[in-house]
């Protein structure tokens, strides 16, 4: 089989495509042969070697994907051969809040990653997908996705008349923004290209804020809700932006921590935590009951997924300088 490797080195330039011998399917295992697959942030922070630079190469990248499950291991009765799944972001978080020991399953993070034509994952570690999303569309959910069902509807839940605001037009935030529509709320979203505004309003954002221009977004996001403040804030710039959703969201109201996109090293004064009641809660992706509770719902909304770009795997460089630009709206995909 064709996997994507990092061998000798970290770096976008190092990812290779490589011949691996076919893996087998052990004890409650299936084998899945991976159709699309889907980048996040984290990826591209591992493949540069800043997620992790102590990891011992050679690794296999990537967390998301989908496809079909093509063998079984002895003992498997949750799924079946020909069924179309994602592997789960972490393997071995089924319900419940996060453990320390279902922390260390995530895929992606130099143990298992799900970069190539088949992967072995456990028979727990997969769910069904919904039908009207093709693969590539499928390859979206398991992180990105997540991450937003997870901060809005599981923790935040959000309801009709809320007012959510969003950050930048990436994969997180363009989910945060469906869940939020597909629930009644109202979509503030920030973004530095009046092109992309104009495509989140397509996509049903109630109002935009260019923060190139409007550097102070922070105050406008209060006057479009009567000097009140928005009830959520995901979160996806981390201490560069932080303390601007801190004056953005009202008093009581909760603040989604998901990214690190603008860096960690600026400082940011608590105080209004305490003396607004703010709620700031951190989120990593979620479990496999969040999952399939997300899926559901997608399949019953008929929600499409926003693909931006989606190459060969054989190119899985250019879609890496691709993410690395900033340039796309919404996910950005490989075909396996």
Not at 11 to 19: E, F
Not at 25 to 41: D, I, T
Not at 216 to 242: F, P, S, Y
């Amino acid at each position: 089989m064709k996997a994507l490797q990092l061998r000798d080195a970290f770096g976008i330039d190092s990812l290779q495509l490589v011949d691996l011998p076919d893996p087998t399917p052990g004890a409650g295992q299936v084998l899945v042969r991976v159709k699309a697959l889907s980048l996040n942030y984290r990826d591209l922070m591992m493949v540069k070697g800043i997620y992790n630079p102590k990891l011992k190469l050679p690794i296999t990248p990537l967390s998301d994907g989908a496809g079909e499950i093509v063998a079984v291991g002895p003992g498997v009765t949750r799924v079946k051969v020909g069924q179309r799944v994602a592997g789960t972001f972490f393997q071995n978080w089924i319900a419940g809040t996060l453990t320390d020991a279902a922390g260390k399953s995530a895929l992606g993070g130099g143990g298992l990653g799900v970069g190539a034509e088949l992967v072995v994952l456990a028979e727990d570690g997969v769910v069904s997908v919904p039908a009207h999303l093709s693969d590539v569309e499928a390859a979206t959910l398991p992180c990105a996705a997540l991450t937003a069902w997870n901060a809005l509807v599981d923790k935040g839940n959000v309801k009709a008349g809320d007012t959510v605001l969003l950050q930048g037009t990436g994969g997180v935030s363009l989910f945060a923004l469906q869940f939020a529509k597909m629930h009644g709320a109202r979509v503030i979203i920030t973004s530095s290209s009046d092109a992309k505004l104009a495509r989140a309003k397509a996509l049903g954002a109630d109002e935009v804020i260019n923060y190139k221009t409007h550097a102070n977004w922070d105050e406008i996001a209060r006057q479009l809700t009567a000097g009140v403040g928005v009830d959520h804030v995901v979160e996806v710039g981390g201490a560069g932006t932080l303390g601007q959703s801190l004056k953005a969201v009202r008093t009581a109201g909760s603040i989604y921590l998901i990214g690190v996109l603008s860096g960690n090293a600026a400082g940011v004064n608590p105080v209004p935590i305490l003396m607004k009641q703010i709620r700031v809660q951190g989120i990593f992706v979620g479990s496999r009951e969040m999952f399939e509770a997300m899926n559901r719902a997608i399949a019953f909304a008929q929600m499409p997924t926003v693909v931006d770009r989606v190459f060969p795997l054989a190119e899985a460089q250019a879609a890496f300088r691709h993410l690395e630009s900033g340039q796309h709206f919404g996910k950005v995909c490989l075909q396996a």
